[in-house]
Nanobody, 119 residues
């Protein structure tokens, strides 16, 4: 399973960005997709998660500003980020739990995409 993330960039504080992460390869279904972020010198933190059934979870720091959603095929996850702050600057990575054709769940990571918010 390959995860391809895109949509990062440079934005001014208060602006918006939309990240996308598309899963491809040989799998039966995606169970959960998550976005994590890691700022320089800091640990990687969970930003948001969404299950195949649409249940969502957000870090307190992004509640009300970020929205996670899944595409119609359930193979793509989006992170709409609004009211961005300089402290949102980080490398954002997507993660997915996929049910493989051998009926085993496995965890996969996409490459990171840089989000930089200028003050």
């Amino acid at each position: 399973v390959q995860l391809q993330a895109s949509g990062g960039g440079l934005v001014q504080a208060g602006g918006s960005l939309r990240l996308s992460c598309a899963a491809s390869g040989s799998f039966i279904s995606i169970n959960t997709m998550r976005w994590y972020r890691q700022a320089p010198g800091k640990q990687r933190d969970l930003v948001a998660a969404i299950t195949g059934g649409g249940a969502t979870t957000y870090a307190d720091s992004v509640k009300g500003r970020f929205t996670i959603s899944m595409g119609n095929t359930k193979n793509t996850v989006y992170l709409q980020m609004s009211s961005l702050k300089p402290e949102d600057t980080a490398v954002y990575s997507c993660n997915a739990f996929a049910l493989l054709r051998n009926m085993v769940y496995n965890e996969f990571w996409g490459q990171g995409t840089q989000v930089t918010v200028s003050s």
